[in-house]
C-alpha cells in the first residue's frame, strides 16, 4: 500500500479545513437568519396584541386633553326677535381706520404684585360718517334766482366699532394670588371703541364729511340740472 506524500496530507488538511469553517460559516448565517427571523416574528406579534391596547390608550389621552382644553360650542338661540324695522338714506362719506393701544388694569398699588390685574389690548377698529338725508324735508329745499339752496343735517358718525378679526389682548399681568377679573377686557373694548371715536373726531372727520357730502351732492344736483348749488346746515336740536 503507497503512502501518500507529506503534500497530499496538507492539502487534504487544507480541503478538511475549508469544508469545516464552511459548515461552521453556514451555521452562523443560519443563527442570524433564524434570530432576525424569531424577531419580525415576535414584533409581529407583539404589534397584534399590543396593537389595539397602545390605540386605545393613545385614543383616551386624546379624550383627556379635549376634556382639559375644551373647544367651546356657540349655540345661538333658533329664536329671531324683530324689534324695529326702519328705513334708512343715509350718506357715507367717509371712513377712518383707526388703531389705539389700551391699557386697563385693577388692584394696583403695593399689593398689585398680589391682587393685580393689568392688560394691554390692541384695538383696530373704523369709524364711518356721513350725513343723514332722512332729516331732509322738502322746505330744506329751495330754489330762487336759478340757485338751489339747500339745508343739510350736521355730519355725524354713524358707526364707530372694533374690528374683533384684527383687535387681540398684547399682554396681561396677574397677580399670585388672583385668577384675574372678567370684565376687564370687556371694559378694555368698550373704551376702546371710545377712544377710536373721539380719536377720529380730533382728527377732524366730520369736517371731511362735510365736504365729501357737499362734493358728492354737487354732482348730483348738476346732473339733475342745477349748475348752481349753495349748502347750509340746520342748528342741531340740543
Do not use: C
Amino acid at each position: 500500500m503507497i503512502e501518500p506524500s507529506e503534500d497530499a496530507k496538507r492539502i487534504s488538511r487544507k480541503g478538511w479545513t475549508f469544508v469545516i469553517l464552511g459548515i461552521i460559516l453556514l451555521g452562523i448565517l443560519f443563527i442570524i437568519g433564524f434570530g432576525l427571523y424569531i424577531n419580525i416574528l415576535i414584533q409581529n406579534t407583539t404589534d397584534k396584541i399590543l396593537g389595539p391596547f397602545e390605540n386605545a390608550n393613545q385614543q383616551l389621552k386624546t379624550e383627556v386633553f379635549e376634556l382639559l382644553n375644551p373647544t367651546p360650542t356657540i349655540i345661538p338661540d333658533p329664536v329671531t326677535i324683530v324689534h324695529e324695522i326702519r328705513s334708512l338714506a343715509r350718506l357715507e362719506t367717509i371712513q377712518y381706520t383707526v388703531e389705539k393701544v389700551i391699557t386697563a388694569e385693577t388692584g394696583q398699588g403695593a399689593f398689585g404684585f398680589l391682587f393685580g390685574d393689568r392688560l394691554l389690548f390692541v384695538a383696530h377698529g373704523f369709524v364711518i360718517a356721513g350725513v343723514d338725508l332722512e332729516k331732509v324735508k322738502t322746505d330744506d329745499l329751495r330754489l330762487e334766482d336759478n340757485i338751489l339752496y339747500v339745508t343739510l343735517p350736521e355730519p355725524e358718525v354713524f358707526v364707530a366699532t372694533l374690528d374683533n378679526s384684527k383687535s387681540y389682548v398684547y399682554d396681561r399681568q396677574m397677580g399670585m394670588l388672583t385668577q384675574g377679573d372678567q370684565s376687564l377686557e370687556t371694559n378694555a373694548r368698550q373704551v376702546a371703541e371710545q377712544t377710536i371715536k373721539q380719536a377720529a373726531m380730533d382728527d377732524g372727520i366730520l369736517d371731511q364729511a362735510k365736504i365729501n357730502a357737499e362734493n358728492y351732492l354737487s354732482r348730483l344736483f348738476q346732473d339733475l340740472g342745477y349748475q348752481d348749488v349753495i349748502f347750509d346746515y340746520a342748528t342741531p336740536v340740543p
